[in-house]
């Protein structure tokens, strides 16, 4: 360390003050003075220096009261400190390393030798601020190393996952696709069969006018009559599951849909349904509680730019959490006091008030979060779930889908036992070069 280095002294002494400012001053120390410790403490407030030697015996507040002092002081605590004094005790040493002085320099004492001390006490002071900002920038570097490493993390699962569940969704709805095509078709052609031989049994009836008798049997047994009302009815049926079936292959390949390397249009409604379509059969009543209630109240918006399928796992991600508290508060709750509170989730979209942005709200009334949870919920690798049942990925993906590739906004307002709601914005526009 270089000589222009601040030197408090403190000393009662003007004799003393002269003889050391002197020395330290030609040495090329920049020097300050004080002659008592509360003239020191106050000094050191507006013109902190790199060493203080420091007076035991003074007037006032002595040498080892103002170390004290200064020790405690978070601002003054780490300067060095080098007591100089008469006494020579053992005791009186002792006692001022342990105030956190870092030498002792007994009086009288030789000019070459305080300048040695002070040399040597400086150089270990800046020695030591040097390994304090080292230790500093390192650990920056660690946690930005750390932080690159957690995005690459929720990157590589959001991927094989995204990747193994879009292949998987998209390879069934294939497959139902076409044995639901074959009876669709078939359905069809069947009822157009069915009511030609209903049509031939008519003009059976109207030129057989005396059946015989085991051709009257044979009508009764089988209750024509009732045959010919309700198999069609049966037909109808069936044409509704299979367009059932089909809406839900649909919701397949909307909820599977591969993003490209820009963002698409797409409705975000369109979203949402596909995954409560996904997740309906959570959603039905079971032997604990009536079926869950889902209320939506879509607004008037437009369609937005995002990548499909990464916003439809946050979806995923957000309406299957809700799911999950409501079944968490249903075991506190029983059947009786949940049908006259349903279980149930709200979402609202709308468009925010500059017309430039979407937000979802995704509301339940289920168990809630604290306040110390709620901090936490997005972080990765967090979960209150029990072990096996969540990895705590989830919450912390979605969050950087949602602000980080989609620039939106994604928060949650939640108070313990009286539910949660998650609030999604996106812009209508992404900024790819963002």
Not at 291 to 314: M, R, S, T
Not at 350 to 355: A, I
Request: proline content about 4%; glycine content about 6%; hydrophobic content about 40%.
């Amino acid at each position: 360390m270089s000589n222009s280095a601040k030197i408090l002294v403190v000393d009662d002494t003007p004799a003393n003050l002269e003889v050391i400012c002197e020395t330290l001053g030609d040495a090329g120390y920049e020097v300050i003075t004080a002659i008592d410790g509360d003239r020191a403490l106050k000094r050191i407030q507006t013109n902190p220096p790199d060493l203080i030697l420091l007076d035991v015996q003074m007037p006032g507040i002595d040498g080892f009261e103002t170390c004290q002092r200064l020790k405690a002081n978070p601002v003054t605590a780490n300067i060095p400190v080098i007591f100089m004094t008469a006494l020579s005790d053992t005791d009186s040493k002792v006692k001022g390393f342990d105030l956190g002085a870092v030498d002792y320099l007994t009086k009288p004492f030789q000019e070459k030798e305080m300048l040695a001390r002070v040399k040597t006490q400086l150089q270990l002071w800046q020695l030591t601020k040097n390994l304090e900002q080292h230790i500093t920038e390192r650990t920056a570097e660690l946690q930005t190393a750390l932080d690159q490493l957690h995005h690459s993390q929720l990157q590589l699962v959001q991927s094989e996952k995204m990747s193994a569940l879009g292949n998987l969704v998209a390879g069934v709805a294939h497959e139902i696709n076409n044995p639901i095509g074959f009876i669709a078709g078939n359905i069809q052609a069947a009822q157009e069969y069915i009511q030609d031989l209903f049509q031939l049994i008519a003009l059976y009836q109207q030129e057989l006018l005396h059946p015989s008798p085991t051709l009257q049997e044979a009508i009764q047994q089988i209750d024509l009559e009732y045959l010919q009302e309700d198999l069609p009815k049966l037909l109808a049926s069936m044409q509704e599951g299979v367009n059932r079936i089909r809406n839900i292959s649909t919701s397949l390949r909307t909820f599977s849909r591969s993003d490209c390397d820009r963002p698409i249009l797409f409705n975000i409604h369109e979203g949402i349904d596909s995954t409560l379509m996904i997740l309906q059969h959570r959603l039905k009543a079971n032997e604990f509680r009536p079926a869950i209630k889902v209320i939506k109240h879509y607004g008037e918006i437009p369609q937005i730019e995002c990548y499909i399928g990464q916003l439809n796992q946050v979806f995923m991600n957000i309406l299957a959490n809700a799911i999950d508290a409501l079944e968490e508060i249903t075991q506190k709750r029983n059947f009786a006091n949940i049908t006259t509170n349903p279980n149930q989730i709200a979402i609202c979209t709308q468009l925010t008030d500059d017309s430039q942005r979407v937000q979802l709200r995704i509301q339940d009334n289920g168990i809630g979060m604290s306040e110390e949870i709620k901090q936490r919920i997005f972080d990765h690798l967090f979960t209150t779930k029990e072990i096996g049942k969540g990895t705590g990925l989830g919450l912390a993906i979605a969050y950087q889908i949602v602000c980080q590739k989609h620039q939106g906004l994604l928060s949650v307002n939640s108070v313990l036992g009286q539910g949660t709601e998650f609030i999604i914005t996106l812009p209508l526009q992404i900024n790819v070069a963002f």
